[in-house]
């Protein structure tokens, strides 16, 4: 019996003892190095070289620099340029760019707390897939931040440091969560880019954004077809596509005054509520029938008209409906002519609400081209101001 | 012999829905909608119901003789030697699934935490708690399950009220899944062998404090997983839609990984969550090694069951370091539990059915 | 013949090797010669300085020898000199009736008519006799009688009654327990003025003959728990009992676990209260500490204060505590996991701040843990032992002074000292000091497992922590009750307290005999009751 425990014991420390010989995964926070936002734009072709223009990206990262950050006692944590590094590194795909990153730096670099990546125009119009896929496999990167496309280089939308960036790939991610949380900006982060690239009744947006001086701005959106980008709208088509695909309130409208045409009132919408139902129209086509129900209030009048009047006030609410409903019928229409690109998400409705139909459809993309856009818009303008303007 | 320890019917119930809650749901949302599309839910609730029926017969087989383990009926209801082989066959399996169990966790925490870590320690470091586990008698098993209970509940309930906001409708409609009853019913047999793990009862029935409560507990014992499987599935088909979660090996984890925690300490949560789902493999694994080494012992007729502790180690650590890729682990997993899914519909049928035809009953309890 | 007398003289040697004035007490008797009784006592006793006998003669007339035995220190001089030699020597004897009383029994006339002492015993075996002066009584031999007295003049220096120093509280009773068993077991019983208190004493230690005395409620306590625990203590073959640890340490369940099984508290409002439970007090001579069991590992979160404020408030600091053990245990461990496993949990400021400052510090963060929880456990030690007046400063100067200078050194990151800060004063907040540093042990092994597996190591620690505790019994009572078994009903003390109107019954787990506390049953209201 004396033996069969000395046995075991001896089992026990050497299993203990097997495990405690390493510490594996032990890498501590300081050894390394965090990166914060990554750009990837194409690299420039070296003459002379073998590649083609689009085949060689420059992954551009942006590191944190932690010692400036925190730790010393007193001193004001430093800013923009001083707290951040970029370095770039050149390769045919991420993985091998970053292992050329790597040999650039001190320390191994960390996914964990990637807050942006952000895509060149024309990188982003070449189709990203192959470049998300890194990103997707890796455990550390965070699924909820941000893909961006940039109007013209990455690289220089990271080298653009606003005033108020402590640290600039945070002071990015707090832009989009604002605008975000405002309804200005559709809440697409990575893992719901990636699901609306793969999903077949769906495509992605991104948020577009273009830097100058040292002011980072939005620009619109980017509109995607599959994983290639094919266009792009301004802000206020942006307001659009949320008002109708996202279900947000989307920005305010302007519209001109009941009385006094060279006024304007400006309308800012706090509420939407919004229905879409697919239906087979009889030439077997589909229509969509929108409903949608906004709920505002007037921020600004630049004429004296006096809104508790009913009849003003009704048409006041109409005029922001038949605006609004212009808006989106430009905007569906332009989408689907000229990119044909379901960023709203219709085919997901049809597979959603018409299952049958939709195992029946090959090419979604054919069928939306011949889909048709039936909107009602009502408004309920809630209040009008604090006071009318003196007369 | 016997287990004099007796196990409360709370307890009892905490044990039948911490066994289930394991391994099985890293990868149910995925092998589900595989078949089943968004009707994927459904399918949960036919193998639950499935798993239900099964778990209702064991306990009727069992309430015939109270004072009886598997084990021991087998033997008066057959002879001597078909009882132990079956008792055997059942021992065996709950071996290889509680190895397997552990394997499937760890391949998982390797592929998605602890990257440079061999798996083999992770396994070891495992087995060595749950070592420890075992080696206690039948009342601290039942009352270590009652406590993690609610270690495993509470967590699951924050996270899924956490991620509910990310669910998009759309994503979860059709809700039958559109493709007609078929698929469904294939999907909820194959949801039904990731509720195996509640047949460890007929190892339990005898210790009970109160028989009576008996069908009581098991249900309730089994609804809570049920309704875990449930939202997990919803919950993953809502936030990643069908198609993208055929591309997740591990869509419970990807899951967390989505979901927001805003303004704490604490910004992702997915090692936490995995924390508390190393508890509820814990006690999965725990909990069925323990019968199997009970039956074991039962079935060798040995005195004490922690002397068969230490023999069977190795096998363990066999079993779960046998398939040698990730792929190898989830085609072992589906061969075994597809062995226990018939163990499970068999055994405990002809049992009665001949425990019935003969009239064999066990002794009334005392 | 040679070989005899060496074989003689060898047992001569053990048997003087083993020679135990005890044993010698219990082999010879008690003669009618005074003489030959003081020497035997002689004998047994040794002439130690501080043994007196004092000699005198019962009255000028009668002429009997008589002597009076006892250890100088223990006795109470004025008792001696008051109530024993002066009613022996001066008043009775000298009267004209001493002849009567050479015919009568001279020992019953002076149990009956002479002494005027509270507690009187007349023996006749030698080892009850020897036993009276080492207990701090005296002992009175007449020549001519067999008879002894054994006279209660116990009288030594007692600390005052005084707060208890280990667990102070805000409100609540002052008055602690002290060092003599007799001052206890009288707080005890001031506070429960019920006839049903029983004590009962025993001894315990071959050398040191320790008084410990039992305390329970008849008719309430489970009559099974109480004769365990005389069981277990009968059972204990100890040659000295210095303190209740000593006690304590015999008759606990696990002997090897951290855990305190038994609780050990110096407020006599405490002791009571848990008695009202059902619990079993054991009071021991020699020390202030009582113990109580059989307890539970809740019993150690609660403080008698609980019970004083309101309940949301006790509630409320029920929380705090369990919050404070939490810290206690896996702050440190969840640092390493964090910073050198997961820094992708945290937010991203938060982890460069950490990052920035671990920049300059050379050790892994693990060293660094490891290195301030060492320091701080030293420095906790060092500050108990240190003399009163500097013990609170260099405790202060050691944490302030250390922690700065080690943080303007580089050797630790801020937030290594914030964390361990944090950690110690958390483990402060438990109230029992015993189950305090347990956790704070544990705490160690904790911290080796993350270092090795992160947050997954952490976690099978944990497991296996909740498991041994679990496991844990004391006195067939699980540990972890009322969370595991769970006790619904007996959740409303556990992790909140719950309104005292509301806890109508007492611990159900601790299988009461009486299970109301309040007369009236199912009566809700408070209110109604007080008015």
Redesign the interface.
Known sequence: MNYIKCFKLLLIICLISFITTGCWDLKDIDQRSIIIAIGIDFAETPEGSNYEHSELIKLTAQIAIPQKLGGGAGQPPAMGEESVWNVSAVGLNISMAIMQLNEKLQYEIFLGHVRAIIFSEDVAKEGILRYLNYFRNNPDFRRLSYIMISEDKAEDVLNTYPKTAIIQGVYLMNMVETAVKKGNMPDIPFIEFVIRLVDKGIDPVAIMINSFENKIKFSGLAVFKGERMVGKMNIEEGWSFIQLAEKKQGGFEVVRDVKDELGRVTIFFSGIQSNLRPMLTEDDNFLFKVDLDFEGRAISQETPTDYSNQILFNELEQRVSNEVKRELEVLFYKIQKKYNSDIFGFGEMVRAYMPKEWDKIDNWREKFRTTKLDITVRTKIRRIGMTNLIQ | MKEHGKL?E??FAGIIANTLIGAGNLVLPRTLTAIAGTGAWIAVLIGGFLSLVFMLIIIRLGLRFPEETLMEYGTHITNKWIGKSVGFLFCSYWLVLSSLVIRVFSSM?V????????IE??I???L??VV??IR?DL??I???N???FIFIIIPILFGIFLSISEVNP?????LT???GFLPLLTAGIGSFFSFLGFEIIVMLIPSITTQKLTYNYSIKGLLSPLVVYMTIVLLAVGI??V??LQ?LTWPTL?LI??T?FPGL?????E??F???W??AI?TTSGNLLYVSILGFSQVLQIEEHKTLI?PLLPLVFFFAMLPGSIYKVFDMMDIISKVGGLLVCSIPVLYYLISVIWDKKGDERS | MKKKNIRNRIKEIINSGTDNPGEKAQEKKLSKKLKENLQLIEDIIGLSDDVVIRKFTLGNKLGIKAALIFIDGLIDKQVINESILKPLLIEEFSAEDTKVLAVNDIVNFIKENTMTINELEVVDNLEEAVQGPLNGDSILMIDGYQQVFILNSKGWKTREISEPQTESIIRGPRDGFVETLRINTALIRRRLKHPALRIKSMNVGKYSKTDVAICYIEGLTNKHLVEEVKERINNIDIDNVLESGFIEQLIEDNHISPFPQILSTERPDRVVANMLEGRIAIVTDGTPFVLVAPVTFSVFLQSPEDYYDRFIIGSFLRVLRFVAIVIALILPSLYISVIAFHPEMIPTQLALAFAGGRAAVPFPSYMEAFMMTGLMELLREASIRLPNPIGPTIGIVGALIIGEAAVSASVVSPFMVIIVATTTIASFAIPDYSAAIALRLVKFPLMILSTIFGLYGLVLGLIALSVHLVSLKSFGIPYMTPMAPSRINDLKDALLRAPLWSMVTRPQYMRTKNKQRFSSKGDDDGNERTR
């Open positions: 409360t709370r307890q925490l592929s998605s935490v602890m990257i440079n870590t061999p320690v992770i070891i470091a495992m060595l708690v420890y586990f206690h009342q601290v039942g009352r270590v009652e406590l993690y759309i994503r979860l409609l059709p899944g559109g493709q990643f839609g198609e993208e591309n990807e990984k989505v927001p300490i604490l910004e992702r949560l090692v936490v995995i924390s508390f190393v508890v814990f230490f």
